[in-house]
């Protein structure tokens, strides 16, 4: 099974910006298409982005189309989630995932996953 740790989680004012980290140990992502997840206090699992392991297909939430961006750096073996404009109702606990091999992100960001990262907690209030 593959290791995951995220991380760049914090508090953040809205209006702001951080990039979260998804990165593996001992195995490579290049394989894997990569999904985030999130999930707020009292609220279910929201799926926010996936990218396939080539990088050439991305797929986003509505509530976060046009200010989050999914992106991966082969090299360093990480996925990365830049948001933007950051509101409050982003405040969450930030999951990535490996979507299961021989299968691909879904533009509705449901599917298959088996590899879970422990989270990282994004604040955003003022």
């Known amino acids: 099974q593959v290791q995951l740790v995220e991380s760049g989680g914090t508090l953040v004012q809205p209006g702001g910006s951080l990039r979260l980290s998804c990165a593996a140990s001992?195995?490579?992502?290049?394989?894997?298409?990569i999904a985030w997840f999130r999930q707020a206090p009292g609220k279910g699992r929201e799926g926010v982005s996936c990218?396939?392991?080539?990088?050439?297909?991305?797929y986003y939430a509505d509530s976060v189309k046009g200010r989050f961006t999914i992106s991966r750096d082969y090299l360093k073996n990480t996925v990365y989630l830049q948001m933007n404009t950051l509101k409050p109702n982003d405040t969450a606990v930030y999951y990535c995932a490996t979507v299961r091999r021989g299968t691909s992100c879904r533009p509705n960001l449901g599917g298959f996953f088996d590899s879970w990262g422990q989270g990282t907690q994004v604040t955003v209030s003022s």
């Open positions: 990218i396939s392991n080539s990088g050439g297909t991305t």
């Open positions: 001992g195995v490579t992502l290049n394989y894997y298409a």
